[in-house]
């Protein structure tokens, strides 16, 4: 276990803390400081006061914050709770897990965040530094508490996927910091896309000389890259970082070049790589270097990643039923990521698109409807997003044929209505999922379902 032997839990020894969120990482909180700490009190704050039944915790509903904020000393918030509701709190009073968790092991985290990739990003690092000798753990928004590690023995290094809400208050940076795209997203938690692109980029904020940023090279000319004090390397296509050290790719091979600029050719055999299209490429590229600089040799770990499997909700092929193939992407909630799904198969003539509208704009993707070739020929919509893009569909005129279903049972009948054999039908919707699914994977996996159940 180790761990230091639990000193940082001193921390909070005789101190009154409040919980502000109580699902899953409130939960690990809460366990966490039972179990290895000796707080003074522990107190329960969530939206929902119902969600801590069966815990014998006071509960302190919000109206409560102005009449006891003198009597915390700490408050430990989760990443779903709005941070706007603490207001009456001082902010130096605020943490979370992810906060103390870089403060007490920044030097061995690497921490991944991005709008989309961040997952198979993360997933890719751990598989990769995994199999190759050194000892690695895998946490945060992928859906371990980082709290819970404290659970394992203590490893060289620790990968963490991380979310706007967990950047959201931290005061360190992780040692190594991979950001890989910043999109609009989440607009109905930060309220605006400036905000939410703030709390993304203090994965780099608290960065120092000795640490690394790692940055996709969409983002050359984006704000937070100015600031950077550590040491800076590019990925993607192409590594237009002038001056700067990186990766690039080509059809067949991803080039390294060093602090001198100098190239390193390092061929990889696309066919067998287990992850479709360019955005998959560029993931990988700053994985590669996320592991290069732990000390794994680019050509063994790309061996590591013909082994990795990938995770489902992108990209994943449910089957081929009455001669369709079904492809899930229920992952893809902005509408980038919609079209780099789009573009990266064939044969697309369905698509299922809409949900939950969290104020995003869809001019991005009726630009592509309206320009590039090889369109799906059906669209079916669902939800709020899918009434919006309706009205969109309408005044642009866009060509495809376009239904709207009321759940997923209606659109995956639809989508054996009007898909041909031989083509596919892709689950792709650029919105959230919270309007009539728990999340992404529910969405998913009554798609996957639905797919089985009707054919």
């Known amino acids: 276990m180790n761990w230091n032997n639990f000193q940082f839990t001193e921390t909070f020894n005789h101190v009154r803390i409040l919980i502000a969120g109580f699902g899953k990482e409130g939960i690990s909180t809460y366990h966490f400081l039972t179990k290895y700490c000796k707080p003074k009190n522990i107190f329960i704050t969530d939206d929902n006061p119902s969600i801590t039944k069966g ?11 102005s009449n006891i904020s003198s009597n915390i000393d700490l408050i430990i918030k989760s990443p779903g709770y709005p941070l706007r509701q603490l207001h009456v709190f001082p902010p130096e009073k605020i943490t979370s897990q992810t906060d103390l968790f870089l403060r007490w092991f920044h030097s061995k985290t690497i921490g991944i965040t991005g709008t989309k ?30 709290f819970d590690l404290f659970e394992k023995d203590e490893p060289e290094w620790v990968v963490l996927e991380l979310s706007a809400n967990q950047l959201e208050i931290i005061h360190r940076s992780p040692h190594i910091a991979l ?28 960065q120092s000389s000795m640490d690394y940023a790692l940055i996709h090279y969409s983002l050359k000319n984006f ?34 070049y060093n602090n001198l ?28 270097l996320a592991c290069h600089l732990v000390g794994i040799s680019f050509e063994t770990a790309i061996e590591s990643i013909y082994t990795f499997k990938p995770l489902p909700h992108r990209l994943e092929k449910v089957g081929t039923f009455r001669g369709i193939t079904f492809i899930n992407d229920s992952i893809s909630t902005i509408p980038q990521a919609t079209i780099h799904a789009l573009t990266s198969l064939h044969n697309v003539h369905t698509l299922i698109l809409g949900g939950y509208d969290r104020g995003i704009d869809y001019h991005i993707l009726i630009d592509y409807f309206l320009q590039y070739p090889n369109q799906p020929a059906t669209i079916i919509l669902l939800g709020q997003v899918g009434i919006k893009l309706q009205e969109y569909f309408k005044k642009f005129m866009i060509p495809q044929s376009y ?7 209606e659109a995956v009948k639809l989508a054996y209505e009007h898909t041909p054999a031989g083509k596919v039908c892709l689950l792709s919707p650029a919105a959230s999922s919270y309007d009539q699914f728990k999340n992404f994977e529910d969405r998913g996996n009554q798609f996957k379902e639905w797919c089985i159940k009707l054919m």
Do not use: R, W
């Open 403 to 409: 239904y709207f279903a009321n759940n997923m049972e």
């Open 117 to 146: 990739g961040k997952s198979t990003i993360s997933s890719l690092i751990y598989h990769i530094i995994n199999g190759n000798g050194k000892s690695v753990l895998l946490a945060g928004n992928i859906g371990i508490p980082v």
């Open 261 to 288: 600029l100098s190239k390193k050719i390092i061929p990889f055999q696309k066919d067998i790589i287990p992850l479709v299209g360019k955005h998959n490429l560029e993931n990988i590229s700053g994985a590669l």
């Open 223 to 256: 704000s937070v890259v100015p600031m950077i004090q550590s040491n800076l390397l590019a990925y993607g296509y192409p590594c237009c970082f002038s001056s700067t050290p990186g990766i690039a790719l080509d059809e067949k091979n991803f080039i390294f």
């Open 55 to 65: 815990f014998n915790i006071p509960y302190i509903p919000f109206s409560e914050f």
């Open 179 to 206: 950001l890989n795209n910043i999109y609009e997203e989440h607009l109905d938690y930060f309220g605006s896309f400036e905000s939410y692109a703030k709390a993304k980029s203090n994965i780099l904020l608290y």
